[in-house]
T-cell receptor, first 114, second 112 residues
Framework: GAGVSQSPSNKVTEKGKDVELRCDPI?????LYWYRQSLGQGLEFLIY????????KSGLPSDRFSAERTGGSVSTLTIQRTQQEDSAVYLC????????????FGPGTRLTVL | SQQGEEDPQALSIQEGENATMNCSYK?????LQWYRQNSGRGLVHLIL?????REKHSGRLRVTLDTSKKSSSLLITASRAADTASYFC????????????FGGGTRLMVKP
């Protein structure tokens, strides 16, 4: 079946603009994760959704970042009033259940804030 | 914050040689995973080792886990040019429960 997909693959925006990044997890996967990866660095956890439970937002770096997951499937990560330090690759991953198993990653969205 | 620290940060070897990458972490874990990333995009899961396991094999990959030292190693035997990528260890933190904490990665270059 199809893997995790993300859109857009690349996004260039001007400082101060809002952006929306989309993630389509693998069908039937109940857990969805967002990570951020700055150039040459490891992944930084942002937010996690599991079923209908309240999301774990502990990794969001500021209140300019928010995410939704509608209908337990598609998720949107929104960054308001983007700053240059927001430039990074934003990766989404899903798992069949949130029990610390293999995570399936999408190809990421490369965000560049000018 | 990054729990895992990887060593070396970069490794360059000739095709056919073995590549060893190390990962250290700080807290107790349920399991440790290794992922591969090509060209700074999506990650591919390689292998998972649970906290009660000491060694695991998958094809040319061998992973060890020493929970007393809070460290793991990934060995790629008989490396190929196609193994060129970044390799990350990731731990699940007992306290956090659900998300993975990634190390900074090792950039491996295998020269043909």
């Amino acid at each position: 079946g199809a893997g995790v997909s993300q859109s857009p693959s690349n996004k260039v925006t001007e400082k101060g603009k809002d952006v929306e990044l989309r993630c389509d997890p693998i069908s039937g996967h109940t857990a969805l994760y967002w990570y951020r990866q700055s150039l040459g660095q490891g992944l930084e956890f942002l937010i996690y959704f599991q079923g209908n439970s309240a999301p774990d937002k502990s990794g969001l770096p500021s209140d300019r970042f928010s995410a939704e997951r509608t209908g337990g499937s598609v998720s949107t990560l929104t960054i308001q009033r983007t700053q240059q330090e927001d430039s990074a690759v934003y990766l989404c991953a899903s798992t069949p259940w949130a029990n610390n198993n293999e995570q399936f990653f999408g190809p990421g969205t490369r965000l560049t804030v000018l | 914050s990054q729990q895992g620290e990887e060593d070396p940060q970069a490794l360059s070897i000739q095709e056919g040689e073995n590549a060893t990458m190390n990962c250290s972490y700080k807290t107790s874990i349920n399991n440790l995973q290794w992922y591969r990333q090509n060209s700074g995009r999506g990650l591919v899961h390689l292998i998972l080792i649970r906290s009660n396991e000491r060694e695991k094999h998958s094809g040319r990959l061998r992973v060890t886990l020493d929970t007393s030292k809070k460290s793991s190693s990934l060995l790629i035997t008989a490396s190929r040019a196609a193994d060129t990528a970044s390799y990350f260890c990731a731990t699940d933190d007992n306290n956090a429960g659900n998300m993975l904490t990634f190390g900074g990665g090792t950039r491996l270059m295998v020269k043909p």
